[in-house]
C-alpha cells in the first residue's frame, strides 16, 4: 500500500513520462512533503492544504494562469480522474501518509 503522496508524486510522473520532458524547475513534488507543498514554483506556493482552488498546482495543471500556459506545455495533460485525485488529496489537508498507511505501517 502505497501512501498517497507517494500516488500523487506517480500521477505526476506518469504525466511528465509522457509528456517527454523535464520541468522547468525540476521535479519539485519528489522533494520532502513541506518543500513539495510549500514551492515556490514560479514564485507561487503550489499546494495550500485544505484549498485545491488556491493551490497553484491546481491552477496550472487545469488551465493557464495569468500569462503562464497549462501544464505540461503541448500537453498531453492530466487525466480528470488523475487531477480529481490530487484535488481530493489538497482538499484532505495533503497529509504526507493517510491513516489508513500509518495504521497498517504501524502495525
Request: hydrophobic residues 40%; glycine residues 10%; without cysteine.
Amino acid at each position: 500500500m502505497e501512501s498517497r503522496i507517494v500516488q500523487v508524486r506517480s500521477v505526476l510522473n506518469r504525466l511528465l513520462d509522457r509528456n517527454g520532458g523535464a520541468p522547468r524547475h525540476g521535479k519539485f513534488w519528489d522533494l520532502p512533503r513541506d518543500q513539495f507543498v510549500a514551492g515556490p514554483i514560479y514564485g507561487r506556493v503550489p499546494i495550500v492544504p485544505g484549498h485545491p482552488d488556491q493551490s497553484f498546482l491546481i491552477q496550472i495543471l487545469s488551465g493557464p494562469v495569468g500569462s503562464i500556459n497549462r501544464m505540461p506545455l503541448g500537453g498531453p495533460f492530466i487525466e480528470p480522474s488523475d487531477l480529481a485525485f490530487i484535488v481530493q488529496w489538497i482538499v484532505d489537508g495533503a497529509p504526507d501518509a493517510s491513516a489508513d498507511f500509518m495504521a497498517e505501517f504501524n502495525k
